[in-house]
């Protein structure tokens, strides 16, 4: 059932690639050279963008963040590790100034 997830190209990715381009933004997909290999980066801006699921990555205050009911030695363990790498990209991503903000 997991296998059938996609990594790339996912809908909600595709409706703001959709948005970008026709507003007229340019952007390069999944930069390997950045950490957490960003979905979207706009390089003119020095922006990125990650498209990511409340599910995978434990967004506090979503009603889609709720632990399975399987497994439940192994889904507590891989969504914090999810979500730690995501802080620690997050910090990466500052220290090289290259957050938008």
């Known amino acids: 059932m997991m296998a059938k997830i996609k990594k790339t190209n996912t809908k909600p990715e595709l409706i703001v690639r959709r948005f970008l381009f026709k507003n007229g933004f340019r952007y390069r997909l999944y930069n390997k050279n950045l950490p957490g290999n960003p979905d979207i980066v706009l390089p003119k801006y020095k922006t990125i963008i990650f498209i990511n699921g409340c599910f995978w990555h434990l967004h506090e205050g979503c009603k889609y963040n709720r632990m399975p009911k399987s497994r ?7 969504l914090q590790g999810n979500a730690d790498r995501d ?7 500052e220290r090289i100034n290259y957050l938008g903000w």
């Open 72 to 78: 439940p030695d192994y889904w507590p363990i891989k």
């Open 87 to 93: 802080k620690i990209n997050k910090m990466e991503l």
